[in-house]
């Protein structure tokens, strides 16, 4: 674009990676507390963020992904490439026909 500032032309393809990703093993706690979460939302594969707060140690989720959003290295970071398994997944969920769908009432008038 003519005029736009050099920053605006960088490349995110290009750009250097900036964080070094690892493996972290998260609470049990954390563990159920997400599994609750997504059940409740009805996801079955998906990610969920959270942080721990440091004056009081409670768990807080700051964001819930129906998808998985993991671009790290997967094969690097945790020892097999978990693609092909969510493929299985995926693969295996179409195969189940889908639950009824409750009938929708018209709204109030």
């Known amino acids: 674009m003519p005029g736009a500032p050099d ?3 960088a490349c995110p393809v290009d750009a250097a990676p900036v964080l070094d990703i690892t493996r972290h093993e998260p609470p049990r706690e954390a563990v159920e507390q997400a599994i609750a979460l997504t059940r409740a939302a009805s996801i079955d ?3 969920v963020e959270y942080l721990v707060g440091a004056g009081d140690g ?3 989720v700051y964001d819930v992904n ?3 959003n993991f671009v790290a290295d997967a094969s690097r970071v945790l020892g097999f490439d978990p693609f092909p398994v969510f493929a299985d997944v995926i693969i295996r969920a179409r195969a189940v026909p889908p639950a009824p769908r409750p009938e929708r009432r018209p709204a109030c008038r």
Do not use: C, D, I, Q
């Open 7 to 9: 920053a605006l032309a």
């Open 45 to 47: 594969v998906g990610g």
């Open 58 to 60: 409670r768990m807080y």
């Open 66 to 68: 129906a998808t998985s």
